[in-house]
């Protein structure tokens, strides 16, 4: 089965400086990876996905992610933070399951930025 | 527009009890899915539908029946409450159900049992 491991249950930065939101994923096939932003009492929103193609993909909000195979990484990155970035981010990758594909997700890191 | 709505946005309710929870998306996606979300905040996979067939179901009591009436809805069932069944619940959308398909979340459903 395929799975991630976000590493950072919580992670502080300032504004205005970097953000860098760990992951790492075990698969036996080439991964579907995918990054999810949850504000507080809402729905998870996607920020990117990897499928295939080129490693390094850009998101909204100024967020972009980095596929290393070598290190079976998909870390995630914003250069400078906004107050309006603190959530919970949530890594996750497509896995098979019965007849169809599910997210399995990581435990998630919860974004505090501080002013 | 809302594109995954889901209803009631909070259900409070005594164990034992039955509650359904009502999902629907206007995004002309064919599969749906069921989350759910415990108090760790750590998310897992319960059902899923595509063209109104079960094609995930999870390791989950049978006191949750999903049901999908057309390719927009997906309800979910649950039978005598418990203690247990506090948590989110989250329904998903995506066209296609394949692996490497984004899915499109509602806003949850916040289940607490008294």
């Known amino acids: 089965a395929q799975s991630v491991t976000q590493l950072g249950s919580h992670v502080s930065v300032s504004e205005g400086a970097l953000v860098l939101l760990r992951c790492n994923y075990s698969?036996?096939?080439?991964?579907?990876l995918f990054w999810y932003v949850q504000y507080p009492n809402q729905g998870l929103q996607l920020l990117l996905k990897?499928?295939?193609?080129?490693?390094l993909v850009k998101g909204i909000n100024g967020f972009e992610a980095e596929f290393k195979k070598s290190e079976t990484s998909f870390h995630l990155t914003k250069p400078s933070a906004h107050m309006s970035d603190a959530a919970e981010y949530f890594c996750a990758v497509s896995d098979r399951s019965n007849s169809g594909y599910a997210l399995n997700f990581g435990k998630g890191t919860s974004l505090l930025v501080t002013p | 527009d809302t594109a995954v709505s889901q209803t009631p946005k909070y259900l409070v309710t005594q164990m034992g009890n039955d509650k359904s929870i009502k999902c629907e998306q206007n995004l002309g996606h064919d599969t749906m899915y069921w989350y759910k979300q415990d108090s760790k905040k750590f998310l897992k996979i319960m059902f899923s539908?595509?063209?109104?067939?079960?094609?995930i179901n999870e390791t989950v009591p049978n006191r949750f029946s999903p049901k999908s009436p057309d390719k927009a809805h997906l309800n979910l069932h649950i039978n005598s409450l418990e203690l247990g069944d506090s948590a989110v619940y989250f329904c998903?959308?995506?066209?296609?159900?394949?692996?490497?398909?984004?899915?499109?979340f509602g806003d949850g459903t916040r289940l607490s049992i008294l």
């Open positions: 539908y595509n063209n109104k067939e079960l094609i």
């Open positions: 990897y499928t295939t193609g080129a490693t």
């Open positions: 998903a959308s995506s066209q296609g159900a394949g692996a490497y398909q984004p899915q499109h």
């Open positions: 698969s036996s096939v080439p991964p579907y």
